[in-house]
Antibody
Framework: QVQLVQSGAEVKKPGASVKVSCKASGYTFTSYGISWVRQAPGQGLEWMGW????????NYAQKLQGRVTMTTDTSTSTAYMELRSLRSDDTAVYYC?????????????WGQGTLVTVSS | AIRITQSPSSLSASTGDRVTITCRASQGISSYLAWYQQKPGKAPKLLIY???TLQSGVPSRFSGSGSGTDFTLTISCLQSEDFATYYC?????????FGGGTKVEIK
């Protein structure tokens, strides 16, 4: 069965960087992309960007351009999301999500979420 | 970016009620709309894709309709396990965008 397992919670100071991992299993990793979606406390869902696990192509949300980098390691079927120059409003639960096998960019598999807290 | 306006932001309902949530896109998105349910502390769960296609395993009391700019999620007979927050998402174009969410609470 498809599983996306994320790394554990992080506490960072403003200005620092965080790197969240998402280990995939139960499917051919390079056949799908991975999107990252975040959710600030009590707020809605925000799409951050997408990476192709096949060729590493990326598409980032404009507001995060320059601060976010998404990568993959095909040898371990793991996707990574690094966010730099952290601010207090980056405090959120970060999810990785896999798009549907039917070809649409909606998500039928999600990681369990990683809470990133940015606080001095 | 395509803006998705979801309404209402919250509603109170009783078990057995019929509930309707709407999403309006700022431009036409054909049927490229999905609906998710999210419970506290959990990842979103896909309910409906392509505006009206029920995801496998989702109860038939959930239904979706619409195309173009206006979409609806209906829960025909609310059950206790349906109290949650619901989000729509357009996947017509990047950046992918979500509605602001609708919290369905117990009356």
């Amino acid at each position: 069965q498809v599983q996306l397992v994320q790394s554990g919670a992080e506490v960072k100071k403003p200005g620092a960087s965080v790197k969240v991992s998402c280990k995939a299993s139960g499917y051919t990793f390079t056949s799908y992309g991975i999107s990252w979606v975040r959710q600030a406390p009590g707020q809605g869902l925000e799409w951050m960007g997408w990476i192709s696990a096949y060729n590493g192509n990326t598409n980032y949300a404009q507001k995060l351009q320059g601060r976010v980098t998404m990568t993959t390691d095909t040898s371990t079927s793991t996707a990574y999301m690094e966010l730099r120059s952290l601010r207090s409003d980056d405090t959120a639960v970060y999810y990785c999500a896999r798009p549907s096998s039917r070809g649409g960019n909606y998500f039928d598999y999600w990681g369990q979420g990683t809470l990133v807290t940015v606080s001095s | 970016a395509i803006r998705i306006t979801q309404s209402p932001s919250s509603l109170s309902a009783s078990t057995g009620d019929r509930v309707t949530i709407t999403c309006r896109a700022s431009q036409g998105i054909s049927s490229y709309l999905a609906w998710y349910q999210q419970k506290p502390g959990k990842a979103p769960k896909l309910l409906i894709y392509a505006a009206s296609t029920l995801q496998s395993g989702v109860p038939s009391r959930f239904s979706g309709s619409g195309s173009g700019t206006d979409f609806t999620l209906t829960i025909s007979c609310l059950q206790s396990e349906d109290f949650a927050t619901y989000y729509c998402q357009q996947y017509y174009s990047y950046p992918l965008t979500f509605g602001g969410g609708t919290k369905v609470e117990i009356k």
